[in-house]
């Protein structure tokens, strides 16, 4: 199935191209509709790739075990991916064009194909006020794929290029489709998170090359499989730099101030693709490359990426509560969110690796309707900001938002929806870290993340009262003539569908990451 997984990322790409070729009085109606149907072929060829990767005949994949002369512990092992490409590339550099996918990284190919999907669907109806409908979703189509590829790859410096591929794009879409009572700070907001962004990227690259150096290869198969025993030295120094370069992207306290203004002024459609998608490439990297080829050195930097984490759980929140507008309000909440991600990879145990995997992709399915329906509200309203929506919207838009409050539960951690195991596990694996870590230090940060989730049920049961709840008669708005659209009623249900199918049966995910 190689093949398959290369048209995974030649489809996109040329249908941007063709996109860009058509002619300038070209519909915007009909280049929606050629996203929505490219899309909606990368997701089928998405799932037919991972039921192939779990058929018994030699697809099913498991999380092994690795354990270093000096410090045993559980982490991710060495990678036996499925429906591999490798072949030589640049000799001169020994880059090579190696894909693969297993099932750390299908689910997360899954969730790229079907939130693209999910936006060329949605942009049926909604029309940016900065028309371009085809360039729009031409960039769409790169990012989705530059995040297949970030996620396929096996090679570090195909890894870095992807990466990298995903940047200029969305920067675009924020820049040209974003906020339009806010140009000058939708610019601004586009440009902090490119040039942050890079910032990071290169701080990754020279960890890879210090990687290179000692192992001798970008090969991301040889590394997971001949991890770098030693700790401290150009070792140690190469993870802190991979480390510092990926919670850039995720992003980690205090390197996420790029986050909110980006969410706050971007589309509806790129602030869905930035949290459901984007910032999964941080945290993917950390347990992809991080964890198995630096072991020990991980286990160095685990408390410190512990502590900065636990400091982003408690800080998203407190900004929380301190917001006034609907998106900004969201963003925040992200950066919480990613916290009890890091904190589940920096304990290095089975619980704490399978929350931050599970919680990766329930962030992604919710955050991703949060933003939708947060971009429903601004489009109905022409703003976004709570002041001037008001309250009462139960009596205004009562399905929309009674899909808002739905979502509101999941993320905060409704027992029953998604939101709640992969958090659940993450403390857990605070409770009972990696071998040699220092368990009193993990203790004290499960302590204050679970003071966290009390933040996160406060402020989002605060935006429930704040924007759902009030007398009508108070706050008069103008009549609209639909509560929730088909389009967008066809758009949401697969999130709404996983966000309940997940929380009731989380073994779905969590069998996948066996731990042998």
């Not at 099913?60 to 690795?66: A, D, E």
């Not at 920067?171 to 907001?189: F, M, Q, S």
């Not at 933003?371 to 900001?385: E, P, Q, V, W, Y």
């Amino acid at each position: 199935m190689n093949w398959l997984l290369i048209a995974l990322l030649a489809v996109p790409a040329l249908a941007a191209a063709l996109l860009w070729a058509l002619p300038a009085g070209t519909g915007e109606r009909v280049a929606a509709i050629v996203g929505s149907v490219i899309s909606g072929l990368v997701l089928i060829g998405s799932a037919v790739l991972w039921w192939d990767l779990l058929r018994p005949r030699g697809g099913s994949v498991t999380l092994g075990l690795v354990a270093t002369n000096d410090i045993p512990r559980t982490l991710p092992g060495a990678i036996h991916a499925s429906a591999q490409t490798d072949v030589s590339w640049i000799p001169a550099l020994d880059v090579r064009f190696h894909l693969g996918i297993d099932t750390i990284s299908m689910p997360l190919i899954v969730l790229t194909a079907l939130l693209v999907f999910l936006c060329c669907l949605y942009s049926l109806r909604v029309t940016p006020r900065a028309g371009r409908m085809r360039s729009l979703i031409a960039l769409l189509l790169v990012i989705e794929t530059g995040v297949i590829g970030t996620f396929s790859a096996l090679d570090l410096v195909l890894f870095f290029l992807f990466f990298e591929v995903v940047l200029i794009p969305m920067w675009l879409v924020i820049d040209l489709w974003g906020d339009h009572h806010d140009p000058v700070g939708r610019r601004r907001a586009a440009t902090t998170f490119v040039l942050m962004t890079v910032l990071g990227s290169a701080l990754m690259l020279v960890g890879f090359l210090l990687l290179h150096r000692l192992q001798g290869t970008f090969d991301l198969e040889y590394l997971s499989s001949h991890p770098w025993r030693s700790s401290g030295g150009t070792g140690l120094k190469a993870a802190v730099l991979i480390a510092l370069g990926l919670a850039v992207k995720m992003p980690l306290w205090p390197l996420h101030t790029w986050l909110p203004d980006a969410h706050a002024k971007a589309p509806t459609v790129g602030s869905v693709l930035l949290a459901g998608v984007l910032l999964k490439l941080g945290s993917y990297g950390m347990i992809r490359i991080l964890l198995p080829v630096l072991p020990g050195d991980s286990a160095t930097i685990a408390p410190y990426l512990g502590g900065l984490s636990t400091i982003a759980i408690i800080a998203g929140s407190l900004a929380c509560l301190a917001q006034t507008d609907v998106k900004r309000l969201i963003a925040y909440s992200s950066v919480g969110h990613m916290g009890f991600i890091g904190l589940g990879i920096a304990t290095m145990s089975p619980a704490g690796l399978s929350g931050a995997l599970f919680a990766n992709l329930a962030h992604g399915v919710i955050t991703g309707l949060l933003f939708f329906l947060a971009g429903a509200i601004k489009d109905r309203h022409d703003t976004s900001d709570l002041r001037e929506i008001g309250r009462a919207l139960y009596a205004r838009l009562p399905r929309l938002s009674g899909l808002l409050t739905f979502a509101c539960l999941a993320s905060l951690g409704l027992p029953g929806l998604a939101g709640f195991w992969g958090e659940m596990l993450v403390l857990l694996g605070a409770y009972h870290p990696g071998d040699r870590l220092p368990r009193t230090t993990f203790l004290v940060f499960m302590a204050i993340a679970g003071i966290g989730t009390v933040l996160t049920a406060a402020y989002f049961l605060r935006l429930i009262r704040n924007l759902c709840q009030g007398d009508p008669a108070e706050y008069p708005a103008t009549a609209f003539a639909v509560d929730v659209s088909r389009i967008e009623l066809v758009a949401w249900s697969p999130l709404i569908l996983l966000t309940v199918f997940l929380g009731v049966w989380p073994w779905f995910l969590l069998s996948y990451w066996t731990f042998v």
